[in-house]
């Protein structure tokens, strides 16, 4: 059986009915609000001055009109930072911040949460997958649980590996320095494509990395 977890269109409507609701009150609020920045002199901005010369329904549902849109748009940011994880009989596919990724079964090792993280590792410990699952988090463990994949119910078993990063420490392998300090730009920059890349390439060269507190962590494969 395939099963897929992602962001639902349930959710959308949740937040864009949130927002028309809250858009509706500010509508409503707008009167008594003019009226009080009158009385103590506060000016007005122009945007709502000329709708306040509208219709009382339109003074209502235009902002929560907007709110709603507003509120759409959120999820669908939302979404594209978000996992996406069908779960098949065979392997996993991964979506995440425009990459997907599909990883055989035979190549899993552990799977286990760290943080709001969703983390696939192979048999020695290398870092396969790593991407945010947010509030789906959850519903992925339960997924991958019911499909019989090998589900770590005490978390990360290299937790005690990871350290924090700093350039020319001993026993890096090579070339990843230079990676690190890219993907950390990477990061800063939020470019999530390059930074996706780079955590693959030093998968490579045998280091996880992780980033915490606005550091970047890591760990070398297989040593615990």
Known sequence: MTTTVTLTPRSAAVLAVCG??????????????ATWADRVGVPVPWFLDLLMRTPRWVEVAAPAVVAAVLGLWVWDEW???????TV???????????????????QVGTVHRDGDDLV???????????ADADVLLRRAA????????????????????????????????????????RRRAAVAAKDHAAAQELAAALAAVG???????GEQQVRTVGVR
Do not use: F, M, N
């Not at 028309?20 to 609000?33: F, I, N, S």
């Not at 978390?155 to 300090?181: C, E, F, I, Q």
């Not at 280091?207 to 507190?213: I, T």
């Open 20 to 33: 028309a609701v809250l858009g509706a009150a500010l509508g409503l609020a707008l009167t008594p609000l």
């Open 79 to 85: 979404r594209k930072e978000t996992l996406s994880l």
């Open 88 to 106: 098949e009989p065979d392997g996993l596919v991964v979506r995440h911040a425009g990459h997907a990724r599909y990883v055989p079964r035979t």
């Open 120 to 130: 696939v590792l192979d048999e020695r410990g290398g870092q396969l997958v790593r």
């Open 142 to 181: 339960a997924a991958l649980r019911d499909a019989g994949y090998p589900w770590s119910d005490d978390g990360d078993p290299y937790a005690a590996a990871w350290t924090t990063w700093v350039a020319g420490r001993p026993g890096t392998p090579s070339g990843a320095d230079d990676l690190l300090a």
């Open 207 to 213: 280091v996880a990395v992780r980033d915490r507190r």
